[in-house]
């Protein structure tokens, strides 16, 4: 008897890549578990709803300006910064922990912070407390909800007012979350008034098939050559081209690549960063590529110079994006 291809067979493959079961209490974990480890950054958990009605929790916090100064008052914010994070394969709820190390970092840098307000949103990915189980279909209705939400709330915050500040949308994935984040880039349905000025890309991989082919290179193991059976490809790589493509057609500046490598990443080799980095290059995509020192895969923002590399990428971002107006 044989399963249907998007029954039994097909879940038990999203279960492989995805994990959402690991560990075992992440679907009961709560922001306030990690209260301690934010440093004094404060998480809410928003709800909202993908296209295909799965009800989704967002890890949602929004970084004070200079002075304790709130992003509410037009004159003082030139721009809002919407950071859009997808994590990567343990689905526990860690962006508050890992964002919150770095979060206030930006506010240092080299352009006037004063300037600039700032929020981060965690998407779980049906992941955590959300409902359903991941597969890319689904991760690619949850990304986009994530940025409907961003919409939203840009609107609420600022009202329809031309003199509001500048949206500027940042999607940042790590390892699998890096696939989620290119296919929202390159074929998903954002608000009009957003659009993805840049791409945070941690410990990026090409595809899912190219993994397949990395992690099984034998000849004798069947795995690499069931990439046409996929439901599942996280192609970053075809990405970068669509993504191109649709800045030459708009007329419009292309979304800028910041690539974060771990330096003793065990699961990804760095050939695929490496050839990320030359698609980018020639496709004209703005792209910078930077290295964790012996970071592996999972804590490549977990070291200090993790974190300031990880911050410096969204402060170049939003630079970029600010340069070209």
Not at 89 to 109: C, E, G, M, T
Not at 156 to 178: F, K, N
Not at 256 to 270: K, Q
Not at 280 to 288: A, F, M, R, Y
Request: hydrophobic share 40%.
């Amino acid at each position: 008897m044989h399963s249907h291809p998007g029954g039994a067979d097909a879940a038990s493959r999203n279960k492989i890549i995805y994990m959402p079961g690991f560990p075992p209490n992440s679907r009961w974990e709560l922001i306030d578990n990690y209260a301690n480890h934010c440093g004094g950054i404060k998480w809410t958990n928003e709800r909202i709803q993908a296209a295909d009605g799965t009800d989704l929790a967002m890890a949602v916090t929004t970084v004070p300006m200079q002075k304790g100064k709130f992003p509410t008052d037009k004159k003082d914010a030139r721009a809002h910064v919407y950071v859009l994070y997808f994590q990567g394969l343990v689905p526990h709820i860690n962006v508050s922990f890992r964002d919150s190390q770095l979060i206030w970092a930006p506010r240092k840098r080299r352009f006037d912070t004063a300037t600039i307000a700032g929020s981060v949103m965690g998407a779980s990915k049906r992941y955590w407390t959300s409902r359903g189980r991941p597969s890319e279909a689904g991760l690619r209705r949850d990304a986009e909800a994530g940025a409907r939400w961003i919409s939203e709330y840009h609107k609420q915050l600022y009202g329809p007012d031309r003199d509001a500040p500048l949206p500027i949308l940042l999607l940042w994935g790590q390892s699998i979350g890096c696939g989620v984040a290119t296919n929202l880039a390159a074929t998903g349905k954002i608000p009009q008034n957003l659009s993805v000025r840049g791409l945070l890309l941690e410990t990026p991989f090409l595809s899912v098939r190219t993994m397949l082919e990395t992690l099984y290179p034998q000849k004798w193991l069947p795995y690499k050559h069931l990439w046409p059976f996929l439901r599942n490809h996280l192609d970053s790589w075809t990405n970068m081209e669509t993504i191109a493509q649709a800045a030459r057609e708009k007329g419009s500046p292309p979304p800028s690549m910041y690539i974060l490598e771990a330096e003793r990443d065990e699961l990804v080799p760095p050939e695929h960063a490496e050839r990320l980095l030359e698609k980018c290059q020639d496709l004209g995509l703005p792209v910078e590529r930077v290295k964790s020192p012996a970071a592996f895969h999972s804590d490549a923002i977990m070291r200090v110079e993790g974190k300031r590399l990880a911050a410096l990428g969204i402060v170049r971002l939003t630079q970029k994006t600010l340069d070209v107006g």
